[in-house]
């Protein structure tokens, strides 16, 4: 569990981090709470030779009522996402998903901004944004740009974000009352889900997104659309799968995760509509 | 006289407080890494990444000019180091085929994770880098992970012994020859039922870790290893490097769990010293965790093949077991027995006449080498035949405490006919000390509400139904306390089982243990000196307990197999009782009258009829101390060794209920209920037994629902790290609800059993029983270990003819 060597720089402002990450190029990385990154470069998935630590810049560590979204910034510990009262009353979902990210040492020092940027399907947060219809803001060298969630996800750990942009802040659109639901399913309470669901209903309009269902988060569209066509809840559900490529592994075959992935969305469809 | 007639000081039985936690829960305790060793090398061991290939080249250039790096070792060069292979100290057969096995691989790799080359060097970062600069040209070969495929011998993993089986081992036991087969013919019921016991990772909570220091001069070196086992790591590590006995010094500090993954002699061990002694300074190295996966020995591994016939009254008529046994690539210190030590366990609680059958073949894979993992054997017989208890009462029709209760080895029979304890002798020749099967298991059913519960699942397991409940039970035998030396004979085992203690009252009355018990968790200072104070009549805290450096506590043969206090925690009470017997000579002495005349209580001596003539063993102390006045032929000091061997093993028992909700959308298990009812005798710390219970229901529970060492089919480990191994944490724990019944052992003085293994022993059957139960309503009468969302689900839809 020894990492191969790497040099350390801490980045005091996002200007100071981006300016440093285009000074080393591709082969540094950003360190934020480093619950993603540090297992990687233990078993020499990963090795950055240079990190630059943006784990200090305290000014993007904020949840803000921002009219018709809250503002999160994306250095947030998911531990005040779950603890914070704006969201838990404008976006409870999101907070009450980051309550089931890991334990809560992981809590304590994962962040919103670094879950995202990571960009692994089996997270909770991307998924969730993605269900939100959340935009995310990434800062380059040039300056800042939204990004769609829907547009954000490319690939196995693969974002539209360049090598010199960071992350900084998340948009979550207000969920103005909306019924939702957060199902995840492990076999170990913190565990990562072995598929998750995030769901929300209000007034003929849903936004559903899967966990773990494929090599990106996935938006189950195909739901969302049989709903608003008036689909009953358990025919939505069986549309489930449909936008996804679920990959087997030891806890799940292709095929039972294509099965659990019906079941918890109908489950998280029942719980949202109540 | 045993102690519970003779007790006055009320120590044992009350729950007091770990003394060890404060500086474990603090974490000022101190294990191997922790050890400040100036001057350190550190050792990196290259581990082969094919399951099975020849070693056609290794080139170390690159490595050996790294910087910090001192040197670089392959197989080859180390070869003429060993003055023997690495050792196996349990031949169970005399034409057992045991490979040649080496600290490093020579030749060929048999494992991912086989030991291929060594790097020493100034930091254990630069150590770790080296390891990915050697260059080793592999010849891969095909991995054996199947036992069935190992048996055909189609690939032979040893060339030197032909062939992968290691041996065959059988106990027949009949009243008259054919009786089994005679049995089975006549059999009103039979069954015959197939189980797997997946391998298993013991991950211990910390990794192995070793540290050795030579002298400067003269060759003496202390090898500091979180090791179970330092008396027995001292004897081998002198015999394979051919250091003389008396030079070896082994410490086991602090140790972070075992589970009897440290009870071995493992190559980093050996390679630290021999390579301590070729620089001329200490080496050290500590595991990585996924390297702990790989390089650690793993537990169970076994293919169970049981067959049951019983009368038309369902008592059990004859029991036949054909196993095959995973030893993996090597035989490790243990391994071969691991398979025996359940051999007489089939027939679990129950009373079976003379009609059984067993066979083991054990078989070489390229897989991690197996060992002793809690319970070693003794879970695996315990499942078998417990699980397939519960298919003979679904096969006759009849509730499964039902069925236990006609066949349980009822009280009266561990008495002979005028009430004297004789024990009960089975079929094998075992005796068993004492039981009372009935009354563990009725408790167990009370806290249960068993009969409530079946009325509940009555009313919910209804077709169609969502979640359905599952209650399971378990009735269990556990042979513990390991163990009688004359036994262990008859089994060729290589050494004996008995331990050892000193204790020794000091000119201040303060008292020191000395045990060759070795404790890496289980509280052996608290326990001991609870002991130490009931006998002697001194405060718990006037007792200090010494263990674990064979500097300090030459003689003993360590912690596995709950031996510890069934063997040692006894040794220690018969060491009590010759100091006692001594300090009444000086006692008699000082108060002029004969030592029969004296009675001892609460740590004073006085003459019986006239109390006020009286003296307190701390004076005694001081006077066999100054030795100013002791009657002839006293030694000075009071002190006492004894070396206790047990006449028998320890047979706790107890009966675990279980009670689980299924999910059958999606094949989730959820343990709603626990009950442990176990009798491990007389409890000297309460508090200390239930954790040990706890930890051990967790340990089963998780076989049953979590934990599985996946191989895929070139050999490789997929579940290599905790997130893919699941090790289930204290959020994944139901309440278990622990109770007793107290049937002290007859045979020795504490009247004490073993509690280590007891919960693991019962828990994955009783967890699997449950489960089963829930779904058999949906034709499930068998489902494989462990029970985990997919694998429930896949059951649920192929009985319910998915095209799964
Ligand atoms: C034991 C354990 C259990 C866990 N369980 C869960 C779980 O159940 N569910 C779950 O969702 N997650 C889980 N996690 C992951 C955890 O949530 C991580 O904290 C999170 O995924 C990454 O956030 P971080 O701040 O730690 O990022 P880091 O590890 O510091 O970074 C991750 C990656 O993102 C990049 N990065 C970080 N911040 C930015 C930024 N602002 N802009 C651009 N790039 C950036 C880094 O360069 C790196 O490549 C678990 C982690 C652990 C260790």
């Known amino acids: 569990m020894i990492p191969a060597a790497f040099d350390y720089k801490r980045a005091g402002s996002a200007e100071e981090a981006i300016s440093l990450i285009g000074q080393y190029g591709d082969e540094a990385k950003f360190l934020a709470g480093g619950h993603s990154l540090i297992p990687l470069m233990k078993l020499r998935l990963a090795q950055p030779t240079v990190l630059v630590d943006i784990g200090r810049v305290k000014d993007l560590s904020y949840v803000r009522d921002a009219g018709d979204h809250v503002a999160i910034g994306a250095l947030t510990r998911h531990m005040d996402v779950e603890k914070s009262p704006v969201l838990a009353q404008h976006a409870p979902l999101l907070a009450h998903a980051a309550s089931h990210v890991g334990d809560a040492q992981v809590r304590h020092r994962g962040t919103i901004g670094g879950s995202i940027a990571h960009a692994d399907p089996a997270s909770d947060l991307p998924a969730t944004t993605l269900a939100l219809g959340a935009t995310y803001v990434v800062q380059g060298p040039k300056g800042k740009r939204d990004i769609a969630a829907r547009d954000f996800y490319k690939g196995f750990l693969e974002s539209a974000l360049a090598a010199d942009e960071m992350l900084v802040e998340i948009k979550v659109p207000k969920m103005n009352g909306a019924g939702w639901s957060f199902q995840k399913f492990n076999r170990r309470a913190q565990d990562w889900a072995i598929v998750g669901v995030a769901a929300w209903r209000n007034n003929g309009t849903s936004g559903v997104a899967l966990v773990n269902m494929g090599s990106t988060p996935v938006l189950a569209s195909a739901v969302s659309s049989a709903l608003s066509s008036g689909a009953s809840i358990a025919d939505a559900a069986s549309h489930a799968a449909d936008d996804a490529e679920p990959q087997g592994d030891l806890n799940a075959s292709v095929e039972y995760r294509t099965h659990l992935a019906k079941v918890l969305v109908r489950r998280a469809l029942e719980e949202a509509s109540k | ?804």
């Open chain 2, 1 to 804: 006289m045993s102690i519970t007639e003779e007790r006055t000081n009320n120590v044992i039985g009350q729950r007091m407080l770990r003394r060890e936690d404060p500086a474990l829960l603090t974490g000022e305790a101190k294990f191997v890494n922790d050890l400040a060793i100036p001057g350190a090398l550190h050792l990196a061991v290259l581990r082969s990444p094919y399951a099975h290939a020849r070693i056609k080249s290794i080139d170390v250039s690159d490595a050996a000019s790294m910087p910090g790096v001192v040197a670089v070792y392959t197989g080859k060069d180390l070869q003429s180091t060993w003055a023997a292979p690495m050792p196996c100290a349990w031949p169970v057969t005399p034409d057992m085929k045991n490979p040649a096995h080496y600290p490093l691989a020579v030749d060929k790799a048999c494992y991912v994770g086989d030991g291929v080359a060594a790097v020493l060097a100034t930091s254990e970062s630069a150590s770790r880098d080296a390891i990915d600069a050697i260059d080793v040209v592999y010849e891969p070969l095909p991995a054996v992970i199947d036992l069935e495929d190992a048996l055909s011998d189609r690939v032979v993993i040893h060339d030197a012994i032909g062939t992968n089986t290691s041996y065959t081992w059988n106990l027949k036991v009949e009243a008259a020859e054919g009786a089994v087969d005679q049995a089975f013919k006549n059999a009103a019921f039979t069954v015959s039922e197939r189980y797997v016991q997946q391998r298993l990772i013991p991950m211990a909570m910390e990794p192995r870790a070793v540290a050795a220091v030579p002298q400067p001069f003269g060759g003496d070196v202390t090898l500091y290893s979180a090791t179970q086992v330092p008396h027995i790591l001292k004897v081998m590590t002198a015999i394979t490097l051919g250091i003389p006995e008396h030079q070896m010094r082994v410490v086991a500090p602090s140790v972070g769990g075992g589970f009897g993954s440290k009870l071995d002699v493992y190559a980093e061990e050996l390679l630290c010293v021999a390579l301590a002694r070729k620089h001329g300074a200490p080496v050290r190295w500590v595991e990585e965790r996924s390297e702990n996966t790989q390089a650690t020995i793993h537990g169970r591994g076994q293919i169970q093949n049981i067959e049951l016939a019983a009368d038309k009254d369902g008592r059990l008529t004859a029991v036949r077991v054909r196993l095959i046994g995973d030893m993996g690539a090597y035989l490790q210190l243990v391994t071969p027995g691991v398979p025996l030590l359940g051999a007489f366990l089939y027939a679990g609680v129950y009373d079976l006449p003379q009609a059984y059958d067993f066979s083991c073949t054990s078989v070489f894979t390229t897989m991690t080498p197996t060992d002793a993992y809690r319970g070693a054997g003794r879970p695996e017989a315990t499942y078998a035949i417990e699980v397939a208890m519960d298919a003979l009462a679904r096969a006759m029709g009849i509730d499964p405490y039902e069925l236990r209760k006609r066949n349980y080895i009822k009280k009266e029979q561990f008495y002979d006919a005028s009430g004297n304890p004789t024990g009960y002798t089975a079929f094998h020749g075992l005796n068993y000390d004492s039981g009372d099967h009935l009354a563990a298991a009725e408790k167990a059913m009370q806290h249960a509400d068993y009969v409530a519960l079946r009325k509940a699942q009555a009313t919910q397991n209804v077709p169609g139904a969502r979640k359905r409940l599952g209650v399971g039970m378990t009735s269990y035998f556990e042979m513990c306390g390991l163990a009688p030396s004359r036994v262990l004979a008859s089994l060729n085992y290589g050494a004996g089982g008995w331990e050892s203690a000193t204790v020794r009252v000091l000119p201040t009355s303060k008292v020191q243990v000395v045990t060759g018990t070795s404790p890496h968790g289980q509280g052996h200072e608290t326990s001991w000196a609870m002991i130490a104070a009931e006998k002697l009549g001194v405060a718990p805290e006037d007792v200090d307990v010494l263990h674990s450096d064979t500097a300090i506590a030459p003689l003993g043969l360590d912690t596995y197999g709950s031996r510890s206090l069934a063997v040692g925690g006894v040794a220690i009470a018969g060491a009590c009782d010759k100091v006692i017997d001594k300090a009444r000579l000086i006692a008699a002495h000082q108060l002029e009258c004969a030592a029969e005349d004296l009675q001892f209580e609460k740590g004073t001596f006085s003459v019986k009829g006239s109390p006020d003539k009286a003296v307190p063993i701390a004076a005694i102390a001081f006077a066999a101390f100054t030795a100013h006045n002791l009657p002839d032929g006293v030694e000075p000091n009071l002190e006492a060794q004894y070396t206790h061997d047990p006449k028998n093993f320890s047979w706790p028992f107890g009966t675990h209920v279980c009670v689980v909700e299924v999910d059958t959308e999606t094949g989730k298990v959820d343990v709603l209920k626990y009950v442990a009812v176990d009798d491990c005798g007389n409890q000297i710390n309460p508090l200390i037994v239930e954790g040990q219970v706890h930890g051990g229901v967790v340990q089963g529970m998780a076989q049953a629902l979590y934990e599985e060492a996946v191989y895929d089919g070139d050999g490789n480990l997929k579940t290599s790290n905790l997130a893919e191994y699941l090790v289930p944490a204290a959020c994944d724990v139901p309440p278990i609800t622990t109770d007793f019944t107290v049937t002290p052992s007859t045979t020795n003085q504490l009247g004490v059993k073993g509690i280590g293994e007891a919960g693991t022993i019962g828990a994955a059957s009783a967890v699997m029983n449950a489960v089963i139960d829930a779904l058999s309503g949906l034709g499930i009468t068998t489902l494989d270990m462990p029970a985990s969302p997919n694998n429930v689900w896949k059951a649920i839809q192929a009985a319910q003819g998915g095209t799964k």
